[in-house]
């Protein structure tokens, strides 16, 4: 923990890795583009876990586990989804010492051995719809890759539901992109834009793609969520039938939608600083560690004493820590804490023990505004009031600054200008020709079109024809 | 949900396998050896996580992730880890379109990879204990694939810890070793018997490997989870030294343990009966089904506005659900909860409304016998104390019948009596050609040396030499 974290004005791509190493949250694999979850890292997956799926089982979803092999032959069974996945396969070849008669991939996503299942558990109208998710990995043969943003083997969950009509599907689409929305900006304190990609960006073998689109630190687009209408497209690929109320036989249509450990990366990147990781205190956790300070043994027998009690009176509504190590000076410990994100520090010395007090010191406002002296009788009263505070203000200082850095061009200087500093919000005409010359010359890409639009039509950002709605063009990940 | 299941008595093999998909816990996938986990299947595996995931961290271990590849070489490292898993890998030759210069493994277990980041991430006897639990999956190319029991791919937690010395890891071993007993008994409710393994059954690489097995209902011995003192061989295939206080570099040691989705096959073959499965209630994913009763419409509204208050009566202290459907028959209802194992019926009808009360059906005592009729004021209370009643009965059924099939054989020719019907315990001298002679003329290998001995040393059961110990023997999955 000796080296100093690169500045993010110097090399924010710098920044990101040695957060992520610093904070011990991830760290390369030997096999080239995996990375390892350690320990920290994934005790903040686990929180993103069970937000996610306390909301996914509010919303009626059940959890189920589908092989980690696929056919080859079963990636080949929709057109758009082969050649979209084909380029990322990893294959096995050999099983048991023996070649096998057919490859089998390792399922980079897994709507066709879900959809495969699907046709034999669904008969009729009374199955339907299907409601289930899976936690689990995946895996796309990348070629760059960078922790947690872009990693040939990643954890995520995906969903995959079964419905009798293209209204119910679509309306599934959309109820669980509103869960990612409400988990990014309730839990993670990021805010987000939803919208439906372009045809060029939407995912393959899908009807319709959905977004959530954050700003990060350097101002560049990530996409942190999306949700699928896959229409009928894999149900017919897979014969996914059912007989309707007049024993007539159907297709389903299908969703599918996905979150990935890429998350973590949103986080890092959406509030992290000079001094390393900022964790919004719904998912960090430590939400609170406390430092006891001695300068002799006397002393920190008075002050440990202390400490026990106050942590026991943070009981299980708080995730606190005691950082008891010996060796280390209380400044030492106070860098790395915050370095790790942890949103509050409760320090105690002989002084605070003697007035019955401690010293909250918040991660979101280093230096001495950040401080304040608390009764020991009301810790933890005033600790869940400071975090919530935390909470609200890391959200509220995100926002700031996504809405600082997106612009409105109303013509295309203005637009590189704009997309040179972070979002912008343009007509755009629909035509996937204007939205690679503008990836050409500005190296940014079409995020979405967002839900949410003023309803005027206007003209395009590029070639100036009639444009009914507008979209976010931004640098992305 | 038509077809009956076929009796233990007629074939144990074809009522397991129908039970599984009757109860629509698992099917096979579309890869020869896969499964899948269907939603109640995988609810049952959620919650024998959170029980063991607990305990794990209780103990001070934390969760991480190590990559799903290994680089073949890694396997080759340690003489006996390759041999004992080389013949059940699966490879991956191509990666994104192209040959991979070394192949990779799909991970049958994590020693080496973990190995591998242990010998960075540990410098100092500071950086000791290092306490990781991994939740994830695995592949082993199996010739004989049976659901749950013995899948191509399956689901585990792998534990991996590094020591200081061979104590603390013999401690930590045996202190696993006692998670998993305490997790059999007291949440799946069977017992089992803690053991040595025998230099033939134990771990590939291991210096010693700790078993808990327990009896199934057909008398074989199912292995239900492992824990391994691996000693220092994967510390010196992998380099995992750190600095001691003296400054001398220092070989760990270290321990591996795990547990799978065979525990679900446990639980299945321990407590099934002919109408199906028989679920803990500490497991059981619905605890208790809330069945309404009517004849017609009118009688349907009357029940369902009390089945809603008691409903809401159990709150979240009891995972229950109502079972609403139109167009099936109650009888239909209660043996499709029956087969499905929840442990607890609830009836409720017009005269139970009339009368304020419920009928409470237990699971393991079918019939007149496990019905009481109780007032609907008191239903949470009771509730509660009929599923301990039920934990506490399946438990001592299932140790009853095992001891009725646990033989202490005086004789060989007792001895093969003893392994026709159930467990063998047996002075065994400790040779390999013991074991083979057993195995190949009664089937029965050698289970564990169990943990709790008498310590008088005796005769061998097949040589007649000096044996210090006792083994149990018996035929396996």
């Not at 205190?281 to 609170?288: E, G, H, K, N």
Request: with cysteine.
């Amino acid at each position: 923990m000796g080296d100093a974290i690169t500045p993010r004005s110097q090399d924010y791509a710098a920044w990101y890795t040695d957060v992520i190493q610093r904070a011990e949250l991830a760290d390369y694999a030997p096999v080239k583009g995996c990375m390892v979850i350690r320990p920290y890292g994934y005790a903040l997956w686990e929180e993103i876990q069970a937000g996610l799926d306390g909301r996914f089982k509010a919303t009626g979803h059940q959890n189920a586990y589908f092989p980690l092999f696929i056919p080859m032959s079963f990636m080949q069974k929709e057109a758009q989804h082969v050649e979209g996945f084909a380029p990322e396969l990893a294959v096995v070849t050999h099983g048991g010492g023996e070649a096998l008669e057919e490859p089998l991939v390792v399922r980079p996503t897994s709507e066709t051995v879900i959809g495969y299942m699907y046709a034999q558990w669904i008969k009729s109208y009374r199955d339907l719809p299907v409601l289930i998710n899976q936690w689990g990995n995946v895996v796309r043969w990348e070629m760059r890759t960078r922790l947690f943003l872009r990693t040939t083997e990643f954890l995520w969950q995906e969903g995959h539901t079964a419905h009798t009509s293209d209204e119910e599907a679509q309306e599934e689409t959309l109820r669980m992109l509103d869960v990612y929305a409400d988990f990014a900006e309730n839990e993670a304190a990021i805010p987000v834009i939803k919208g439906c990609k372009s045809t060029s960006e939407k995912f393959a073998g899908a009807q319709r793609s959905y977004t959530i689109e954050a700003m990060m630190g350097d101002r560049k687009a990530l996409q942190s969520a999306t949700s699928h209408n896959l229409g009928q497209n894999f149900a017919k690929a897979f014969n996914i039938q059912y007989l309707d109320k007049n024993n007539q036989l159907q297709y389903c249509w299908t969703t599918s939608w996905g979150l990935s450990t890429r998350m973590i990366g949103a986080i890092i990147m959406t509030h992290g600083d000079d001094q390393g990781l900022k964790l919004p205190p719904r998912l960090a956790p430590i939400q609170a560690i406390i430092v006891p300070i001695a300068k002799n043994a006397e002393e920190r027998s008075k002050v440990l004493e202390v400490v026990k009690r106050i942590a026991a009176s943070l009981g299980k509504e708080i995730r606190w820590k005691v950082d008891e190590r010996e060796g280390y000076t209380a400044g030492w410990k106070f860098n790395e804490w915050e370095l790790r994100g942890v949103p509050l520090r409760i320090e105690i010395g002989p002084k605070d023990v003697a007035q019955g007090q401690v010293v909250l010191a918040r991660r979101d406002r280093l230096g001495k505004e950040g401080k304040t002296f608390v009764p020991q009788a009301e810790l933890l009263t005033r600790v869940k009031q400071v975090l919530d505070e935390i909470q609200h203000n890391l959200y509220q200082q995100a926002l700031q600054f996504r809405r600082e850095h997106t612009h409105e061009p109303h013509d295309y200087e203005a637009f590189k200008e704009a997309v040179a500093d972070g979002f912008a919000l343009a007509y755009w005409c629909g035509s996937g020709d204007c939205e690679t010359a503008i990836k050409n010359e500005t190296k940014a890409t079409n995020r979405c079109i967002p839900l949410d639009q003023e309803g005027q039509p206007g003209k395009c950002i590029y070639c100036g024809k009639l444009a009914k709605e507008k979209a976010i063009f931004a640098r992305a990940y």
